[in-house]
């Protein structure tokens, strides 16, 4: 399912954090936004998702989310946030399982097909020999996982990514990231991520949205927006950026020197 925005912006009281803005993400693209701390990336994906109000149209196919309530929502887009309330005291299933709660019955009750759901996801993802351990018991990297599992249990065609690996160490970064690019291929899912790290960034995402001071700056493949004259100007770093040859991924280097400090770099 393909999502569309078209002049959305957020605002908090008086200040514009997102100014309007249009992006296009195809079915099963993945979409990855990126900015300096500040920029609006979490604001976006917060407006995609229903979480703050916002202005402007939000379509996912034909369906207009901004007008869904937040249990039909949830079937059309899932969402990992960036620091998800994951209580020590639950099972791994029982977590999962609440990726089903917009399929709930009238009285909250998990039907065949929920458990047969999680049962699949929790298997896809490897998981099975974790479900009856607490979420307390396990690592950061396994613990990323089972809020993925989490959010797929929702079997929502857009997946929305808020600085997903930002916890982790770099073994578990490439991990979870191997994992969703893995996922986006076998169920076709439309991705959404922020992300920090502007190689990681530039080596599993088709296209980049970069954001500064809550506007879409550059929009384009990760070829075309990281350039080190650009980055060095939106980011106020010094830093060299190298093509992989062999998969086309985008290496960003910082450098020691002086960062370029002409804005109208930005949008060169």
Aim: aromatic share 4%; charged share 25%; net charge negative.
């Amino acid at each position: 399912m393909n999502l569309r925005l078209e002049q959305v912006a957020v605002r908090y009281g008086r200040r514009e954090v997102v100014s309007p803005c249009d992006l296009m993400v195809d079915e099963g693209e993945w979409l990855g936004v990126i900015g300096p701390n500040g920029a609006g990336k979490s604001s976006l994906l917060k407006a995609i998702c229903g979480l703050v109000s916002c202005r402007g149209s939000v379509v996912a196919g034909d369906i207009d989310l901004l007008a869904l309530s937040p249990r039909d929502r949830a079937k059309v887009v899932a969402v990992v946030p960036q620091a998800p309330i994951v209580p020590d005291d639950m099972t791994v299933v029982d977590y999962v399982l609440l990726g089903r709660t917009a399929y709930a019955g009238r009285f909250g009750l998990t039907s065949r097909r929920d458990r047969a759901v999680v049962s699949g996801v929790v298997d896809e993802l490897d998981l099975g020999r974790f479900t009856g351990r607490r979420l307390g018991e396990l690592s950061g990297g396994e613990r990323q996982r089972v809020v993925l599992a989490r959010a797929l249990a929702q079997e929502a065609p857009i997946l929305v990514l808020d600085e997903p690996t930002s916890a982790l160490d770099i073994g578990h970064q490439q991990q979870a990231l191997e994992l969703v690019a893995r996922l986006r291929g076998e169920r076709r899912l439309t991705v959404l991520s922020a992300m920090h790290d502007l190689t990681l960034a530039g080596t599993y995402a088709d296209r980049l949205a970069l954001l500064d001071d809550g506007a879409v700056v550059a929009h384009g493949t990760p070829v075309e927006v990281l350039t080190a004259e650009r980055v060095g100007a939106v980011f106020r770093v010094c830093v060299s950026v190298d093509v992989d040859p062999d998969d086309g991924a985008v290496i960003v280097v910082p450098r020691r020197g002086f960062p370029a400090t002409d804005p109208s770099l930005a949008e060169a």
